[in-house]
Nanobody, 124 residues
Framework: QVTLVESGGGKVQVGGSLRLSCVVS????????MAWFRQAPGKEREFVSG????????DYAPSVKGRFIVSRDNAKYTAYLQMDSLKREDTAVYYC?????????????????WGQGTQVTVSS
């Protein structure tokens, strides 16, 4: 069994920053590529960013490109999402996801392993 646990969410003002972390534990070999998704109230869950197993490939949703940076430290079994220049529309529950393939996908159906989510609230 593998578990993903997110942390780092919270409340921040517009223009502020947060850094989310996602720690993989248990059967870590079952998680290679990792991704971040988010779900705002009343909306469907959407892809935010993804990173390949070795970190050489990253992908971003157009709405966060240039503001968010995804990274990982495989020695710590941890992925990160640095979020800068936050906007009110970034308010959502952020989920970490992983799958066994080397490269991330933008489709949530491709991910079997999910964290419980961490709330990010951006206010003016």
């Amino acid at each position: 069994q593998v578990t993903l646990v997110e942390s780092g969410g919270g409340k921040v003002q517009v223009g502020g920053s947060l850094r989310l972390s996602c720690v993989v534990s248990g059967y870590t070999d079952s998680v290679a590529a990792m991704a971040w998704f988010r779900q705002a109230p009343g909306k469907e869950r959407e892809f935010v960013s993804g990173i390949s197993y070795h970190g050489g490939y990253t992908d971003y949703a157009p709405s966060v490109k240039g503001r968010f940076i995804v990274s990982r430290d495989n020695a710590k079994y941890t992925a990160y999402l640095q979020m800068d220049s936050l906007k009110r529309e970034d308010t959502a529950v952020y989920y970490c996801a992983g799958h066994a393939r080397d490269y991330p996908s933008q489709s949530e159906q491709d991910y079997r392993t999910w964290g419980q989510g961490t709330q990010v609230t951006v206010s003016s």
